[in-house]
């Protein structure tokens, strides 16, 4: 269950890291059906903490709120990479982890929890620019550089800034069901999950602003018709457009092919109503636009590197607002 949340403040946190823990755990939702955390920021010392850049901030806690946490969030900070922070500090973390706590740092905040000696033998990442060094002095860390964010056991590490997004959203996930989490991301106006790495964990987009009125409003009907087929001729004169000149802007304005989006969008559908209903895998397989339950297992295995039946025993998750 996922109740009591502190993000943890030092001299020269940086804002928007801090930002974004503050709006996924910080922000009274309840109107909406979502849980409320009790979030609290603590300090090593109670007092003023300066969030980088020359932001001060009165912290009244100090590491005792620790104590019950279910969650402990790591912003970045500058110079965390090359710091030493107080003994109190890592030692208090490191029994806050013995205790049963989660931690979660976003990009450079990871170099912290190494130095409390959380990321030994342990999966890891942090931002790109400064894997190589989170190798060289953690040596027992297992560093992934390429992936936007990492969970072994109790310890979530997170890829550069935004990468913190998809972390905390992960975490949500995970222990409130992918209803909450899809919930919060709509809120944010980001994806639940972005594609990049622990591909099981991709979820449903939520649909944004597209600044190609054309392609937004075949966006919009493919989005609603995902059950049916439609060659890049149908949907070029749906825009009206030729098709060559659809597939270009098209992909300008995804990053993608038709093809390709369509596979994804499809895939997302389909991990959405294996979490949310109880409909057979065929059934899911129609409609999701796979047409039987064979095509949407290749599929499946080829993007997820698991089965459909699989992926719903790990992904099932409970009603909104509910805990695990």
């Not at 993000?7 to 755990?25: K, S, W």
């Not at 912290?112 to 860390?141: I, N, S, V």
């Not at 995804?254 to 093809?259: A, I, L």
Request: aromatic residues 8%; proline residues 6%; glycine residues 8%.
């Amino acid at each position: 269950m996922l109740s009591k949340v502190v993000c943890l403040l030092t001299d020269e946190v940086n804002a928007f890291e801090l930002g974004v823990i503050c709006e996924v755990f910080g922000m009274d939702r309840r109107e909406e059906g979502l849980p409320v955390y009790d979030f609290s920021f603590a300090a090593p010392r109670p007092g003023r903490v300066t969030v980088h850049p020359g932001l001060p901030v009165e912290v009244a806690h100090g590491l005792e709120q620790f104590a019950g946490a279910d969650l402990i969030a790591v912003p970045a900070g500058q110079e965390f990479a090359y710091r030493d922070f107080p003994p109190e500090l890592l030692h208090a973390l490191r029994e806050a982890v013995a205790r049963g706590t989660k931690v979660l740092s976003v990009c450079t905040g990871g170099f912290l929890l190494a130095q409390a000696g959380l990321l030994d033998g342990r999966r890891c990442t942090t931002h790109w620019m400064f894997a190589d060094r989170l190798k060289r002095e953690y040596p027992r860390a297992l560093v992934e550089p390429d992936v936007l964010y990492v969970v072994d056991g109790p310890v979530l590490t997170s890829a550069g800034t935004a990468s913190g997004i998809d972390a905390c959203l992960a975490l949500v996930r995970e222990e409130q069901g992918s209803k909450v989490a899809n919930a919060i991301a709509r809120r944010m106006v980001v994806p639940p999950h972005r594609d990049g790495g622990q591909a099981q964990y991709i979820d449903r987009p939520v649909r944004g602003m597209c600044d190609d009125d054309a392609i937004g409003r075949v966006l919009a009907w493919l989005q609603e018709h995902l059950d049916e087929d439609a060659t890049v001729e149908q949907l070029a004169a749906r825009a009206h457009l030729a098709p060559r000149t659809f597939a270009r802007r098209f992909q300008q304005e995804t990053g993608t092919t038709p093809y390709q989006w369509l596979l994804g969008q499809r895939l997302l559908l389909a991990q959405q109503l294996l979490e949310e209903t109880d409909a057979t895998v065929d059934a899911i397989a129609a409609r999701a636009g796979f047409g039987n339950a064979a095509t949407l297992r290749h599929h499946f295995l080829r993007r997820l590197d698991t089965t459909p039946n699989a992926y719903r025993r790990t992904f099932r998750g409970p009603a909104v607002g509910a805990g695990r």
